[in-house]
Structure formats: structure tokens, C-alpha cells
């Protein structure tokens, strides 16, 4: 379900109306996050780390409006509800997309998305719903502890799908943690908002008997 947002009394309207001319109105903010008790706790459920990390980002996600809110023509719509279209490694060396209904039971997430990734196992998908945009895109580096990253973008569309990303994880004073990248449209939502989401996003780190 979506609804529409009343631009006349949305309190970001001039905000909406300065980025929206702009050519790029996208910025990414990146940072490192401590999976510590993550990292112990799904290890010892012997969960796997990949998909729990997107059920917790894709979670956080939907719990700020301005993360489900998308740009159609001159309007801007509220989705109820947002889904994760992840990468996998399908072939040596060769990613695909995979997009999994999301659902707040982590067990029945989890199963859904091990069976979707099973399934293109060997394929080679570029096309999985992409047509869609109640959509959050997440991918994984875990080669590279990066400092900073910069996702395509095609300027000639509208283009307001927020997009995750986490690197390699590292210890570091006796913690573990991980570089977390949140790249955003800035024609629905502000660098508050994505503090709000780092905020969030370590809370559920931090507590993940909570859920899992």
C-alpha cells in the first residue's frame, strides 16, 4: 500500500523544491558500526551474516518514514512497506540482484531469502523487479574496509531508492567493526534522517537477543 504525501503541508516542501533541479541531489554518508554483540550473537545461532545484516538494515529502514518515501513525477508517495533487493555471488566472480518480501519474523525472512538465493544459484539476474521502487537496494564489499563509496546512478530518471552497503569488518580495540554506507536522494530526506538510521541501526546491533 502508499499513499500520497501533501506536498502544501509536508514541512520539507522547500526542501523538496530546491533538490528536485538539481542534476545530482543524491549524498552518501558512511561510517563505521560496532557489530560486537551482533557478530558473537548469530554466531552462536549459527545464523548467517549476510542476510541477517540485511533483515536488520532493511528493519531499520522501515521504521523512518522518509526511508519509504519515493519522487513519481511531481509527487511523493509514502510506501507502508519496503523490500530488499540485495547482490548475491551467482557464478565466480559474477553478482546478481535478488529481491525478498520483507517480514518483521526474522525466521521466516531468513527462509525466504535462502531459498531465493539457492534458486539463482548459477544465473545471471540483472532484471529482478527492478521496475519497482518499494525497494531498498543493498549490497556487500566484504573485501575492502572502505572509507567512503559512490553507488550509479542514472540522472536522466527520478531516482529516490535509498541505497546500504557494508565492507570487510576489522577489530579494533577489542570491538568489531564494520564501515556502513547509506547513499540517499536529498529530494525526500535530510542528513537528520540518516543520523536517525545510524542511530537506530546500532541500537539493534546492540541488542540483537531483541529479534534473533
Known sequence: MEKKINLETWPRKAQYELFKTIDYPHFNICANVDITKFYAHIKSKTLSFYTTMIYVTTKVANEIPEFRYRMRADEIIEHDLINPSFTIMTQPEVFSFCSVPFSNDLSIFTRSALDKIQKLQGAVNLEDEQNRDDQ?????????????????????????IPRIAFGKYFKENGFIKMPLSV????????????????????????RPDSYC
Open 183 to 206: 547513499q540517499v536522494n536529498h529530494v525526500v530526506m535530510d542528513g537528520v534522517h540518516v543520523g536517525k538510521y545510524f542511530e537506530r541501526l546500532q541500537e539493534m546491533l546492540d
Open 136 to 160: 531498498l537496494y543493498i549490497t556487500s564489499i566484504p573485501w575492502v574496509t572502505f572509507t567512503s563509496l559512490t553507488h550509479p546512478i542514472n540522472i536522466k530518471s527520478v531516482d529516490t
